[in-house]
Nanobody, 115 residues
Framework: QVHLVESGGGLVQPGGSLRLSCAAS????????MGWYRQAPGKERELVAR???????MYAGSVKGRFTISRDNAKDTVYLQMNSLKPEDTAVYYC?????????WGQGTQVTVSS
């Protein structure tokens, strides 16, 4: 059974960095397109970054050049390296897996960018 668990969120000052991790159970990561989404209060959930089974990557324009998504299939883990963080990056960040016709979500991890 697929289970996604995010970690690495927290409070960081503007300009700082964080690395989020998403551990996937069920041995599905290598077969899945993985993504990071975020949702701020009162806002819709939005795509931040995505990495395919073939390791092609896509980024939202607001984070391109600052964030990097990567995967380690041996560890069944996907990462989101976030640099040069801005207050507008504050949100709950969710890990997503697309496996054939099914979609799975983690519980989310809070990222707060504030001085």
């Amino acid at each position: 059974q697929v289970h996604l668990v995010e970690s690495g969120g927290g409070l960081v000052q503007p300009g700082g960095s964080l690395r989020l991790s998403c551990a996937a159970s069920g041995s599905i990561l290598s077969f899945s397109t993985m993504g990071w989404y975020r949702q701020a209060p009162g806002k819709e959930r939005e795509l931040v970054a995505r990495i395919t089974r073939g390791s092609s990557t896509m980024y939202a324009g607001s984070v391109k050049g600052r964030f990097t998504i990567s995967r380690d299939n041996a560890k069944d883990t996907v990462y989101l390296q976030m640099n040069s963080l801005k207050p507008e990056d504050t949100a709950v960040y969710y890990c997503n897996a697309e496996l054939q016709w099914r979609t799975f979500w983690g519980q989310g991890t809070q990222v707060t960018v504030s001085s």
